[in-house]
């Protein structure tokens, strides 16, 4: 079996997830993951997929098809990744936004070792001042003898410079 991992973009309209799905699925192909979105005015996402080799051929002729409907579509072959080590830890922050936040969180995750597997940020409004407030959640790993601890206290050391709330 060959895992694939389908990367997705183009002008958002209704219809390019089915249609996504259908090339998939004429090619005998299993839609495993995905990770799908409206962002700034374009789909965008990944998919993972899993198929019989030799039907590899046969999936990138489907999205060929979606891809001239406009929908950029790339194939790439999934890592072999070996079962990760180590814990997870989810975190979240909220602040009033500023350029940085994102270079500096992740500088400070990246720089105990811990890796990033999910992040995700968004804008909303303060409620009294409809000022602009930066949200960000990301799932980490943390490599074998990381604590918790230890990445909640690289956190907060930068949550006054960025001024945030770090959960």
Not at 40 to 55: A, C, F, N, P, T
Not at 117 to 140: C, D, Q, R, V, Y
């Amino acid at each position: 079996m060959a895992l694939l991992v389908l990367s997705v973009s183009g002008s958002d309209r209704p219809g390019l997830t089915q249609a996504l799905a259908a090339a998939v699925l004429s090619a005998g192909g299993n839609w495993l993951e995905s990770h799908l979105s409206r962002l700034g005015g374009l789909y965008v996402g990944s998919v993972l997929v899993e198929l019989d080799q030799g039907r590899v051929e046969a999936l990138r002729a489907a999205v060929s098809a979606v891809d001239a409907a406009g929908l950029e579509v790339r194939i790439a072959p999934a890592a072999t990744a070996e079962a990760a080590a180590g814990e997870t830890l989810a975190f979240s922050l909220v602040g009033q936004d500023r350029p940085g936040i994102v270079n500096q969180v992740t500088r400070a995750v990246s720089g105990i070792g811990a890796n990033i597997e999910t992040f995700k940020t968004w804008l909303s409004k303060e409620s009294h001042s409809g000022a602009p407030l930066f949200h960000m959640s990301a799932n980490l790993r943390l490599p074998v003898g990381l604590s918790a601890a230890k990445v909640q206290a690289a956190l907060e050391a930068i949550s006054g410079e960025i001024m945030v709330d770090v959960a």
